[in-house]
């Protein structure tokens, strides 16, 4: 599809929730001038160098991208020499210093998925699973210095009709707020938007998800947190327990998982070297959940 926007902006952005943002801005006549990404990382067992998602999309839209190990003083001076109007971020996954954040005049948009200034920071989607959370959102807001502090230029609902994993919800967001943004990016350009500034007293924090989290209690924890865990932890790190087998203490990864008369339903799981199984007949051979 041919652009038919002239406004040279950069995206900065790394996994596929960027790449459904990038789809939504393209459909709209929105190509970015340059796109800035993740370097590739070795993945799986054999530690192949993989590139990522959006670096993929770039590729196969033969748009120019970057993959800066750090953004230092060579990468800004890159930025530098181009006449962007506007940088746009979207899961990029570093921190953006504030020399680059303040070079394009229009500043640096952020596709933030919650509705600010709830759940800042590093796991806005995962912690509104967690929570039970039946509206959620997106927001386009003005990057400033601090973590998801900056003015909002608008902001969109999405009500939670039915129970979603992280995965299903993340791709909802990321098309809604592409969506949001293709509207947003030629009246901010314009002049037509106001930002507002966040209710900061309101403001609440997330953190970083780690392999830990995924940890449940099949026999203590309550039946229904570790369902929403299981949804939120979708597709990493996923949901695990420990259980006994002939003595030997193995991790059990849930693969799937139900909700059901007010119980959490395993279905199927996957044992440390083994493969993926019924839960039933995981249960069969003789082992000891803890």
């Given at each position: 599809?041919?652009?038919?926007?002239?406004?040279?902006?950069?995206?900065?952005?790394?996994?596929?929730?960027?790449?459904?943002?990038?789809?939504?801005?393209?459909?709209?006549?929105?190509?970015?001038?340059?796109?800035?990404?993740?370097?590739?990382?070795?993945?799986?067992?054999?530690?192949?160098?993989?590139?990522?998602?959006?670096?993929?999309?770039?590729?196969?839209?033969?748009?120019?991208?970057?993959?800066?190990?750090?953004?230092?003083?060579?990468?800004?001076?890159?930025?530098?020499?181009?006449?962007?109007?506007?940088?746009?971020?979207?899961?990029?996954?570093?921190?953006?210093?504030?020399?680059?954040?303040?070079?394009?005049?229009?500043?640096?948009?952020?596709?933030?998925?919650?509705?600010?200034?709830?759940?800042?920071?590093?796991?806005?989607?995962?912690?509104?699973?967690?929570?039970?959370?039946?509206?959620?959102?997106?927001?386009i807001m003005l990057i400033d210095e601090e973590m998801d502090h900056g003015p909002i230029l608008e902001s969109r609902k999405l009500k939670v009709e039915s129970e979603k994993n992280?995965?299903?919800l993340g791709k909802d967001l990321a098309q809604l707020g592409g969506k949001l943004l293709s509207e947003v990016i030629p009246k901010w350009i314009a002049k037509e938007i106001k930002?507002?500034?966040?209710?900061?007293?309101?403001?609440?924090?997330?953190?970083?998800?780690?392999?830990?989290?995924?940890?449940?209690?099949?026999?203590?924890?309550?039946?229904?947190?570790?369902?929403?865990?299981?949804?939120?932890l979708d597709p990493w790190p996923g949901v695990y327990f420990f259980a006994l087998r002939r003595e030997q203490k193995i991790r059990v990864a849930i693969k799937k998982a139900e909700?059901?008369?007010?119980?959490?339903?395993?279905?199927?799981?996957?044992?440390?070297?083994?493969?993926?199984?019924?839960?039933?007949?995981?249960?069969?051979?003789?082992?000891?959940?803890?």
């Open positions: 599809m041919k652009a038919t926007n002239n406004i040279p902006f950069v995206f900065f952005g790394t996994p596929q929730f960027a790449v459904f943002v990038l789809e939504e801005l393209l459909r709209k006549g929105l190509k970015p001038s340059l796109v800035v990404t993740a370097p590739d990382k070795p993945q799986g067992r054999g530690l192949l160098l993989t590139p990522p998602p959006v670096k993929v999309w770039a590729e196969e839209n033969k748009i120019p991208f970057l993959q800066p190990a750090k953004l230092d003083t060579d990468f800004t001076n890159k930025l530098k020499t181009g006449s962007y109007k506007l940088f746009v971020v979207a899961a990029y996954g570093k921190i953006i210093p504030k020399e680059v954040l303040d070079i394009p005049p229009h500043g640096t948009l952020n596709v933030h998925p919650s509705l600010l200034p709830k759940y800042r920071g590093a796991s806005p989607l995962q912690s509104q699973i967690l929570k039970g959370e039946k509206e959620i959102g997106v927001t992280a995965s299903e930002p507002k500034e966040q209710n900061h007293e309101e403001a609440t924090f997330t953190k970083k998800v780690t392999k830990e989290d995924g940890l449940i209690n099949l026999k203590n924890d309550d039946q229904y947190k570790n369902y929403l865990k299981y949804l939120a909700f059901i008369d007010d119980k959490f339903v395993i279905k199927e799981v996957l044992p440390e070297g083994g493969k993926v199984m019924a839960f039933d007949d995981f249960l069969r051979g003789g082992v000891v959940i803890e």
